[in-house]
């Protein structure tokens, strides 16, 4: 048996650059106070986790100058803050002084080729190469590359192009898992859970339509779930990450598939969005998930703070002739 620990982010949606044009039109930009105590809350818990996860939606628009940005809050390690070392130039926030590994996605906010959200996917791995190698799938081993307890298959499944979204405007928020990926998916995962236990991380959230109450939810989907999770159960995925609907929820997608679902983790606006991490305990016996226990950290406004707070489940399940439903909330 061991433990590993990893603290969960998603949904930062970082970005100066046009930042106050796009609040005005109802977008919820990323709050540079809430960042700085994401970075401060990460270096004072750094003893408490192996890893940092971030489920996409690192930038709000993929401008050259958003993605250089959110790159030195993972990345600046130099001009360090005696006794804030969370902190670069005095006030600039970053996580380079943890000293963990950091796996990072694309969500499609990282693929905006500007406000319009038509997908492109070359100014994201340009700038994040470092993270993001792969075109659609990448695996990253925990605690390292020479001893994978865990492998974390991520998937990119924003869209290829605009008219592969099934509404107007569907662009800006719709996933899909494309049927030429399955395969793919199925013999990387397969590969993966030879060596160590694996689960799966994506971006959007799988059978949203269900498990939130969102407005303009179908602009939201993940096309092809019911595949998505089809394929997770074939494979024995347990438990899959993901980001997307800025509200934390984790919900039972089958009788043994539990998505775990981050809000924002930097944008700020009343009730609207959950401003969250999650540290996940992972229990792992061999080349097997066992559990996953977690605390949620929230973010306290007045305070300009993170704490944590304990997260309780309780799950109801429910069947019929044509399929199944599986409910779960927060309490």
Not at 2 to 27: A, C, E, Q
Not at 41 to 67: C, M, P, R, T
Request: charged share 25%.
């Amino acid at each position: 048996m061991s433990t590993l620990n990893v603290l969960h982010m998603s949904d930062l949606h970082i970005g100066d650059k046009y930042r106050n044009f796009l609040k005005r039109f109802g977008y919820v930009p990323y709050n540079p106070d809430a960042l700085v105590a994401v970075a401060e809350f990460a270096y004072k818990q750094k003893n408490e986790y192996d890893a940092i996860i971030v489920s996409g939606d690192v930038v709000s628009v993929a401008y050259k100058d958003n993605l250089v940005l959110a790159k030195s809050f993972f990345e600046t390690d130099t001009g360090l803050v005696h006794n804030r070392e969370w902190l670069y130039s005095e006030s600039k926030p970053t996580l380079a002084s943890c000293q963990k590994p950091v796996i990072i996605m694309p969500g499609n906010h990282d693929k905006f080729k500007g406000i319009l959200g038509f997908p492109v996917k070359k100014p994201f791995e340009n700038v994040f190469k470092k993270y993001w190698k792969s075109d659609r799938i990448q695996v990253y081993k925990l605690p390292s590359e020479n001893d994978p307890q865990l492998g974390i298959v991520c998937v990119d499944l924003t869209l290829n192009s605009f008219i592969d979204s099934t509404v107007l405007g569907g662009h800006f928020g719709q996933g899909r898992l494309y049927d030429d990926e399955i395969e793919d998916l199925k013999n990387i995962t397969k590969k993966t859970k030879e060596m160590s236990a694996v689960t799966w991380m994506i971006h959007f959230a799988p059978c949203v339509e269900e498990h939130f109450e969102l407005e303009d939810i179908e602009e939201m989907r993940l096309l092809n779930s019911e595949t998505l999770i089809k394929t997770a159960r074939e494979l024995g995925i347990r438990y899959i990450f993901c980001g997307h609907t800025h509200i934390h929820h984790n919900y039972m997608v089958s009788k043994d598939i539990e998505v775990l679902c981050c809000g924002t983790t930097a944008c700020v606006e009343g009730n609207k969005v959950d401003t969250t991490m999650f540290l996940h305990e992972i229990d792992i016996d061999g080349l097997d998930i066992t559990s996953i226990n977690s605390k949620r950290v929230n973010y306290d406004i007045v305070r300009q703070e993170f704490t944590y707070d304990i997260v309780r489940q309780e799950f109801t399940y429910e069947e019929n002739d044509d399929k199944q439903m599986l409910f779960g909330w927060l309490k």
